[in-house]
Every structure is written in structure tokens, then in C-alpha cells.
């Protein structure tokens, strides 16, 4: 069982930078894939990034790279989303997961946290 905890959202005005957190509860944090996904109102859910266990591999969506940066400190037990240049379509509410095995679908995480609100102002 891992609970997720997400926290820096806030209010940005366009060009800014925000860094998201996700601290997660469980020894076995290290061994999860992490992700950080975004709903815009009245959008789906969408996939932002993922990072492997150890930090090995990232992804993210063509929409924000260049711009955000997922890491993970598992001595901490934490995920971070590094966010810049942000534009008021990143105005969403951001949650993060945790998968077992490496994915871009939400189907595919099994714990999720309550999400932390970005907006982000023209």
C-alpha cells in the first residue's frame, strides 16, 4: 500500500515556475514507476511524466518538454515536478501515481494522490 501526498500547486502568472511535490508513505518506494498527471476542467486526464524506479528512465508528454522536469529522491520518498515557462494551459489540477511496471496510462496506477491545483495567469 503506498498514500501520496502532493503539495506546491499555487497561482503563476504565464512564464513562471512552480515545483510540485508528492511524498509517498511505504518502504517499497523506490521500486515504483512515478507519474505526474494533469485534468484541465472539463478535459480528461492526461499523462505528463514518468520516471522509473532508480531514476532511469523519464518521459513526458511533447506538450511540456523542454520545459518540466520529473525526479525522484527515494531516500526522501519523494517525486518532484520541476515546471517552467509555464503557460496558462498548463492550468490544471496535477496529481501524482504509482505504477509497478513502466506506463503512460492511468489505468495502469494503482495509488494516487488527491491532487495539488496549478493556474496559471495570462
Known amino acids: 500500500q503506498v498514500q501520496l501526498t502532493e503539495s506546491g500547486g499555487g497561482l503563476v502568472q504565464a512564464g513562471g515556475s512552480l515545483r510540485l511535490s508528492c511524498a509517498a508513505s511505504?518502504?517499497?518506494?523506490?521500486?515504483?514507476?512515478m507519474g505526474w498527471f494533469r485534468q484541465a476542467p472539463g478535459k480528461e486526464r492526461e499523462f505528463v511524466a514518468a520516471i522509473s524506479s532508480r531514476g532511469v528512465l523519464t518521459y513526458y508528454v511533447d506538450s511540456v518538454k523542454g520545459r518540466f522536469t520529473i525526479s525522484r529522491d527515494d531516500a526522501k520518498n519523494t517525486v518532484y515536478l520541476q515546471m517552467s515557462s509555464l503557460k496558462p494551459e498548463d492550468t490544471a489540477i496535477y496529481y501524482c501515481?504509482?505504477?509497478?511496471?513502466?506506463?503512460?496510462?492511468?489505468?495502469?496506477?494503482?495509488?494516487w494522490g488527491q491532487g495539488t491545483q496549478v493556474t496559471v495567469s495570462s
Open positions: 501515481a504509482a505504477a509497478q511496471a513502466w506506463s503512460r496510462s492511468d489505468s495502469s496506477y494503482n495509488y
Open positions: 511505504g518502504r517499497t518506494f523506490s521500486s515504483y514507476v
